[in-house]
Antibody
């Protein structure tokens, strides 16, 4: 059974950088068929895809966040990470990591998700 | 930027059929996926690639897609189906992932 677990500070000050890590177990993060994604959800609002990384370190980002986002991967630790810079209160959300797999020519499925971690941006 | 549009809410009585729509310009060429999210929990996929059901998902959940509209149908909705439902797809580039605004399904 694939499991993902988010970790990182639950409180970040405005203008600082939000940093989260997702630890993967039950699957090889090197699996060439899988992408590793970050998704967030402000309270009462829709899910928002932040971006994804492939084991080769190739990345794709949401255009609306691209200037502030960096996703990286450490295959030796079976982890991938999110950094979001210059945060504001609008970045307060539950942040999920997820596996994206079983890709067709046009899309993939988010088939496994972490439980989510609440990050609050406040001074 | 690309958007997927869902009705904010749908309400049915137990045993009735619930239908939730998702509109998007790229849906004729891109698959739709549906996720169920109960309060305080991570989303769970209930339909993938327009009309396929993952193992473990009850048969009452089904999906379809025609033109720019994808539809999630719950035939004989149960009280435990009361949740938020999100459609998901990609934009025309196939790279950027987009979720719909979510539909609150009330089964009461």
């Amino acid at each position: 059974q694939v499991q993902l677990q988010e970790s990182g500070p639950g409180l970040v000050k405005p203008s600082q950088t939000l940093s989260l890590t997702c630890t993967v177990s039950g699957d090889s993060i090197n699996d060439s068929g899988s992408y590793w994604s970050w998704i967030r959800q402000p309270a009462g609002k829709r899910l928002e895809w932040i971006g994804r990384i492939y084991p080769t370190e190739s990345t794709d980002y949401n255009p609306s966040l691209k200037s502030r986002v960096t996703i990286s991967i450490d295959t030796s630790k079976s982890q991938f990470s999110l950094k979001l810079s210059s945060v504001t209160a609008a970045d307060t959300a539950v942040y999920y990591c997820a596996r994206e797999a079983y890709c067709t020519t046009t899309s993939c499925r988010f088939d496994y998700w972490g439980q989510g971690t609440l990050v609050t941006v406040s001074s | 930027s690309y958007e997927l549009t869902q009705p904010p809410s749908v309400s049915v009585s137990p045993g009735q059929t619930a239908r939730i729509t998702c509109s998007g310009d790229a849906l004729p060429k891109k698959f739709a996926y549906w996720y169920q999210q109960k309060s305080g929990q991570a989303p769970v996929m209930v339909v993938y690639e327009d009309n396929k059901r993952p193992s473990g998902i009850p048969e009452r959940f089904s999906g379809s897609s025609s033109g720019t509209v994808a539809t999630l149908t719950i035939t004989g909705a149960q009280v435990e189906d009361d949740a938020d439902y999100y459609c998901y797809s990609t934009d025309s580039s196939g790279i950027h992932r987009v979720f719909g605004g979510g539909t609150k399904l009330t089964v009461l």
